[in-house]
């Protein structure tokens, strides 16, 4: 099927050719600095998107035995302001507020008065590292249920000791491993490590599981996601 | 009919081929469509994508450059921040999630299309591997080849096809180690597949640097056969 044409027909062909290629340049957005932000933005929204669609709420993370643990010295504190914040143990409360039939102060007695569950599991940090820790807690869906949360709201959100603040979808809040912690490796929570209370959640990245919890609001509206997700973090951030 | 002449025919067959004339000297010259508009625009946009993914998973890398333990932590290699995208931790993942989702759809577009199949190296390949490796690097004498690609470019593709299914395959394991489980598990875990997932891309980028010797080598004419799909003088015809 060979075929003869001048070379002006062939660089015109060739030219058409070379058009077919310009939507490739549309990626080309993300160098437009005023584009570039709104576009990440978006798919950054979209990976939280398919997270919260493969996020399964049965589905259990692998826990692990006593040998696999890293030791305890060996478990990083990772503050991002200070590794203590000073909290007064004796005063300290969970102040529970939003969509909740009983809202109010709740001791930290009243939250180890609920079954006690002991896991071995994973904690990914943002950064990239990976340890092993022993951690001791309340079920955070048997708080919700102590004080009688609509657990039909979107979100869980804390604030702590140390102006850190997150916040979690419902799904995960009511994960059977999504604990109150406080204990790390059968011992009472170190202020290092959160003490008296804190978030651990072995579906969720590092930044998720605040410490040094003052506060709880089951709420279905989030005026701010997180200490680091307002800075550009993913928000569903699920392992 | 000899070998090249039945290779020739064979050609002609699956890649229209034109004579190109020029007006003013007479002379005339051959051309192949070599690459259709799907493979070319797979390719540019696979070559971008990846570009983005090295950038900013060297950017993600940088937060914690080791794959030993956090404490005590030994830097593996201290990565520029010159050839790292993003800007911080935050910014580098927020391109890595982006554009992941641009290069895993370009690449189930270009499977999806089914040219890869002339480049997919079979069992019936593996004989003629030798004399190719031979005549490339150890200056044997040319061997024959009867198809579009030879067995040397052939095993060179279906591996890179093959580490773009893997790089996507590791980056889910570290992405989403609970969720999926058994990919993590396949890979022997979280903290393995963060490793497979840096090896990954090193062999990509070692195929990418034979790949980019090759165009050199094989000059303009083959390099523009990527962008406009027509090769001029392709060595496999007679002139």
């Known amino acids: 099927m060979d075929t003869r044409i001048n070379s002006r027909k062939f660089k015109k062909v060739s030219r058409r050719e070379l058009l077919k290629l310009a939507p490739v340049l549309a990626v080309g957005a993300f160098a437009i600095p005023k584009v570039q932000e709104p576009l990440l933005k978006a798919g950054l929204g979209f990976s939280d998107w398919a997270s919260a669609r493969l996020f399964r709420s049965r589905h259990l993370a692998t826990t692990f035995t006593e040998s696999e643990l890293t030791p305890f010295e060996k478990f990083p504190i990772n503050g991002y302001d200070v590794d203590d914040p000073g909290v007064d143990f004796d005063a300290w409360t969970l102040t529970v507020s939003g969509a909740v039939q009983k809202p109010g102060e709740y001791k930290l007695a009243q939250v180890q008065s609920l079954p006690r569950v002991r896991q071995n599991t994973r904690h990914v940090c943002v950064e990239g590292w990976d340890v092993i820790g022993r951690f001791g807690g309340a079920r955070l869906s048997d708080f919700l249920q102590m004080i009688g949360a609509d657990t039909t709201a979107r979100f869980v959100s804390v604030e702590c000791a140390d102006d850190y603040y997150e916040s979690l979808d419902m799904k995960t809040a009511l994960h059977p491993q999504t604990l109150l912690c406080y204990e790390m490796y059968d011992q009472p929570l170190t202020r290092e490590h959160g003490a008296p209370l804190r978030l651990q959640i072995p579906t969720k990245i590092g930044y998720k599981q605040a410490k040094y919890l003052t506060d709880l609001k089951v709420t279905n509206i989030l005026d701010r996601v997180g200490y680091w997700e307002d800075q550009g973090y993913s928000s569903f951030y699920s392992l | ?239």
């Open chain 2, 1 to 239: 009919m000899d070998g090249l002449g039945k290779e020739v025919e064979k050609r002609k067959m699956s890649a229209p081929v034109i004579e190109i004339e020029s007006p003013k000297t007479g002379e005339v010259v051959q051309a192949a469509y070599e690459h259709p508009w799907a493979v070319r625009f797979a390719h540019w946009l696979n070559a971008l994508s990846l570009l983005v993914l090295v950038g900013s998973g060297f950017q993600i890398f940088r937060a914690f450059p080791s794959f030993g333990a956090k404490i005590p932590q030994k830097d593996l290699l201290h990565w520029p921040k010159a050839f790292a995208l993003g800007g911080w931790l935050g910014g580098g993942l927020q391109w890595h999630l982006t554009f992941m989702w641009i290069y895993i759809a370009t690449g189930i577009f270009y499977l999806g299309y089914r040219n890869y199949r002339q480049v997919l190296f079979t069992p019936r390949d593996i004989r003629a591997v030798w004399p190719m490796v031979h005549y490339y690097f150890f200056f044997g004498p040319k061997p024959i080849v009867r198809e579009v690609y030879n067995p040397l470019q052939k095993l060179a593709y279906t591996s890179v096809v093959g580490l773009g299914v893997l790089s996507v395959l590791t980056g889910f394991a570290v992405w989403k180690p609970v969720q999926f489980s058994w990919l993590a598990w396949m890979m022997g875990g979280f903290h393995w597949a963060r490793i497979w997932h840096f090896a990954v891309m090193w062999a990509i980028l070692f195929f990418l640097l034979g790949h980019l010797v090759m165009v050199v080598l094989h000059g303009w004419n083959n390099f523009m056969s990527m962008l406009t799909g027509w090769k001029k003088n392709p060595d496999y015809l007679e002139p």
